[in-house]
């Protein structure tokens, strides 16, 4: 499985971002993509994720702010950011499980400056 992140940039703070996840390779029915990110100095965190199914989950400090969304279709995730905070400032990661098995995609830098 193959993730290509984009949508990354430098945005002031209040404003909007949207990344993209297209997945290629051997992408299974059941699975749980996600996205991830890293802020200077930090730990990888945990943003936001969706199942197959739909059911979607998100850290505390994004939600009501961040959504995330498939189109099944064309293996493709995303994450509209709102209401961004120089806090969400990081390196944003998009991940992919499915069947026992974990892939990353490369990271995409956001920079929302105050």
């Known amino acids: 499985v193959q993730l290509q992140a984009s949508g990354g940039g430098l945005v002031q703070a209040g404003g909007s971002l949207r990344l993209s996840c297209a997945a290629s390779?051997?992408?299974?029915?059941?699975?749980?993509m996600g996205w991830y990110r890293q802020p200077p100095g930090k730990q990888v965190e945990l943003v936001a994720t969706?199942?197959?199914?739909?059911?979607?989950d998100y850290a505390g400090s994004v939600k009501g702010r961040f959504t995330i969304s498939d189109n099944i279709d064309e293996n493709t995730v995303y994450l509209d950011m709102n209401s961004l905070k120089p806090e969400d400032t990081a390196v944003y990661y998009c991940r992919a499980d499915q069947n026992g098995r974990t892939y990353w995609g490369q990271g995409t830098q956001v920079t929302v400056s105050s």
């Open positions: 969706i199942t197959s199914s739909g059911f979607t």
């Open positions: 390779g051997s992408i299974y029915v059941e699975n749980v």
